[in-house]
């Protein structure tokens, strides 16, 4: 009896505490400024130097291009850009060294799917991924 009392104590004492969870599906969590979340990529500022792909530490970036059809420019227009989010550690490398910063890490972590295949995100799905930017890298 003595243990039921105690219990019924505490759990009264903490009936008018404030909550400390959040109702997280319909409310966001509060991330801390340099949260490292899914890439957002900018197509029309890359000029395809590879560095992203070259430094990522799991090879899970495909990249290529093709030469500009207008043959009074030089460089090369961007054809694809893929990552393996299976296999992305989210290290932010590749937005470091990106020099015309076509890549920019957002605060957007939510990446379930039902299939591994749905984890390959093309350069469509990269350039339409405006959720949550990081206020640093809001033009």
């Not at 000029?47 to 030469?67: E, F, M, R, S, Y």
Request: net charge neutral; with cysteine; aromatic share 8%.
């Amino acid at each position: 009896m003595r243990g039921l009392a105690k219990g019924l104590k505490y759990t009264l004492k903490n009936l008018t505490r404030e909550k400390v969870t959040y109702g997280y599906p319909h409310e966001p969590l509060p991330l801390p400024d340099r949260f490292r979340g899914i890439q957002k990529f900018y197509p029309e500022k890359c000029i395809v130097c590879n560095l992203c792909a070259n430094i990522c530490p799991t090879d899970c970036i495909q990249l290529t291009g093709k030469k500009h059809p207008d043959p009074t420019k030089k460089g090369k227009i961007i054809d694809t850009y893929d990552i393996n989010f299976e296999i992305c550690i989210l290290c932010d490398l590749c937005t470091e060294v990106c020099p015309t910063e076509a890549i920019v890490m957002t605060n957007n972590f939510e990446l379930a799917e039902y299939s591994r295949d749905e984890l390959f995100k093309n350069l469509e799905w990269l350039d339409q991924n405006d959720d949550n930017v990081r206020r640093e890298n809001k033009a």
